[in-house]
């Protein structure tokens, strides 16, 4: 989700770092010293670097790949501060800054408390440029980020061999002008032992950017806890009591306010893909018939997922089968996602009506699977996605349904498939009323790579809403079909207009058959003029505000179009 920021965080942000290494953190580095040292790839050349990082670039961009090895790119302090002429890089390739052992171990505890919320952030500016550098932002770059952090983190492998295995999160690049600032949520595992191993910058430029009078500043990078953070309420399963039931529904609070709270993986297998923790939501007590339980994220609420655990409907009594309908609701709670698949199926569904939802992670991935639904509620404004990370799965019978006034973004991957390979190649339909918009950014996508024949389409019903798709690549767009409505021969089932009586503006909504301009005009009882507006109309439904006259009493509202005139009586009160 895109952020900003006031400038006079600036300062605060130059001591955030060290603040942290003193407070509860993992590693923080405040990029003020060098050490000089031969360059590894050139022993004729000596170099300075920060302390215990390496600067490099790679043959293939990954930051694990093979070093180019024609380049020593070195550091100096310039106010204070480390900073790297570009000039000195391929601008055509990435640039890594990675700290090696010694720094990740020494600037901080390097290690993580189980079942813990950490953040990681990273502060940086570009130099000597007067307008923005052109950084890239995206996740269509060596390992799906352009630019961003990832940060290695030592677990237990599946035979409980200390720190042999690694995972791998990540802090995807946010940049104001020529000031980066990126920030992530770092949720730990259960494991006692989880060691810091990786810390690594990365920065990808566009093609062709001219970089020989700008220098990069690195200002600070932390990974760090907070009170409450290190210690979140642990969400195991939910349980909605009779005092939750609301209207043949559970209502039920995430917890108490102001609180921070992990879904915590407890299963007893080995956290992986095929290897899911399951949070339950059941009525208690337990009843035969399926109930529908909504669990809501509320403002100033926070909610994480510890990798590989889902939130499902528990099974109804005496099933082995049948499930509870479960809805995690978000009403203004923030909800980070790094590192994560979370899967709703069954009727289940994610709902949105405010707050955030910050993706991290290139892979990070809602799914929604057979019968289920992202649904964004009434006026509603989701930001799906983060530069082009993170992803959007729709499988066959599922979909994204816009309540009234709302507005879905996606800035990440959306995927098309069948997802179960029992069923026939299938479209994916959303319908898009009137007051509603569905967008894709130019860093969005949509694929269906994975699907039958790669035959799948995203079918919009187009029934008043906007759909803005002009920024996708030509590949994406034509996997978006347009359904129109069809207008009816006769003309006043093709007009709506509410509310009636109506006190200052009515609503008309308006079915064309194709674009045509329609004339509405207010008439008194006699047929005397009162008031006329011209609109264009575009093929499907269509929907304006018309102002109502000021005097109250009876009035008829002549709509004309392509198809003929109709006339309707409405009643305008104070």
């Given amino acids: 989700m895109k952020k900003t920021f006031p400038s006079f ?5 130059l001591f955030s770092s060290t603040i942290r290494v003193a407070a509860q953190s993992v590693f923080g580095y405040s990029f003020n010293t060098v050490s ?25 961009d990954n930051w694990g790949g ?38 990740v171990q020494s600037f901080g505890t390097g290690t993580f408390k189980p079942n813990a919320l950490y953040h990681s952030n990273v502060f940086s500016q570009f130099l000597g440029s007067s307008t923005p550098v052109p950084l890239r932002v995206g996740a269509d770059c060596p390992e799906d ?7 290695g983190i030592g677990i237990p492998d599946e035979n409980g061999n200390t720190n042999a295995a690694l995972r791998v999160q990540t802090n995807i ?37 001219n970089l020989s009078l700008v220098s990069l500043r690195l200002n600070g990078v932390s990974i760090f806890t907070e009170p409450f953070f290190d210690e979140p309420g642990l969400v195991t399963a939910v349980k909605a009591t009779p005092d939750f039931l609301v209207n043949n529904q559970y209502q039920v609070p995430l917890g108490a306010s102001f609180s921070v709270y992990l879904m915590q993986y407890t299963a007893p297998t080995y956290p992986g893909p095929q290897q899911l923790s399951y949070v339950e939501a059941a009525p208690e007590p337990n009843t035969t018939t399926p109930q529908l339980i909504v669990l809501n994220v509320s403002e100033f609420q926070s909610l994480f997922f510890q990798p590989f655990v889902q939130f499902r409907g528990g099974l109804t009594e005496g099933s082995e089968t049948t ?24 009727g289940d569904e994610f709902r949105y009506s405010s707050g955030v939802l910050d993706i991290q992670n ?20 989701l930001h799906y996605g983060r530069n082009g990370a993170g992803m959007l799965l729709l499988c066959a019978t599922s979909t994204i349904a816009l309540e009234r006034n709302a507005t879905m973004t996606i800035d990440g991957l959306l995927m098309l498939n069948e997802c179960e390979p029992d069923l026939p190649p299938q479209h994916i339909y959303i319908d898009l009323p009137a007051g509603t918009s569905l967008r894709f950014t130019e860093n969005a ?43 009816s021969p006769n003309m006043a089932e093709n007009v709506v207009l509410f509310p009636n009586p109506v006190q200052q503006d009515a609503t008309l909504q308006y079915l064309a058959g194709m674009r045509e301009t329609v004339w509405v005009k207010w008439l008194h009882l006699n047929g005397q003029l009162c008031a006329e507006q011209q609109f264009i109309a575009e093929k499907g439904m269509n929907e304006w505000k018309i102002p109502a006259p000021a005097a109250p009493g009876a009035y008829l509202v002549q709509v004309s179009g392509q198809a003929g005139t109709i006339v309707k009586k409405a009643v305008v009160v104070e």
Wanted: charged share 20%.
């Fill in 173 to 209: 690049a946010e940049m104001e002008g020529n000031v980066q600032f990126w920030e992530a949520c770092v949720p730990s595992e259960r494991f006692d032992t989880q060691t810091l191993r990786e810390v690594v910058l990365k920065y990808t430029f566009e093609p062709g950017a």
């Fill in 445 to 487: 996508r949509i694929s269906n790579q994975f699907s039958q024949n790669q035959a799948m389409r995203l079918r919009v019903r187009m029934q008043g809403g906007t759909l803005d798709d002009a920024a996708l690549d030509p590949g994406s767009r034509a996997l978006i079909e347009r359904i129109y409505p069809e207008p």
């Fill in 362 to 381: 290139p892979y990070a991935c809602m799914q929604f699977r057979r019968g289920s639904a992202l649904r964004v509620m009434e006026n509603g404004k």
């Fill in 36 to 60: 000089p040292q031969v360059c590894p790839w050139d022993s004729t050349k000596t170099i300075k670097w920060p302390t215990g990082w390496t600067i490099y670039q790679t043959l293939n």
């Fill in 323 to 346: 499930r509870h309908v479960a809805f995690l609701n978000n009403q203004g709670g923030e909800m980070c996602l790094n590192f994560i698949d979370l899967i709703f199926s069954g």
């Fill in 9 to 13: 965080l600036f300062l605060l942000l």
């Fill in 145 to 151: 980020i352009c630019s961003g952090m990832f940060i």
């Fill in 66 to 103: 093979p070093v180019d090895s024609t380049r020593c790119i070195g550091s100096a302090i310039v106010n204070g501060k480390v900073t790297i002429a570009l000039s000195q890089i391929d601008p055509a390739r990435a640039l890594f800054i990675r700290a090696g052992a010694e720094a």
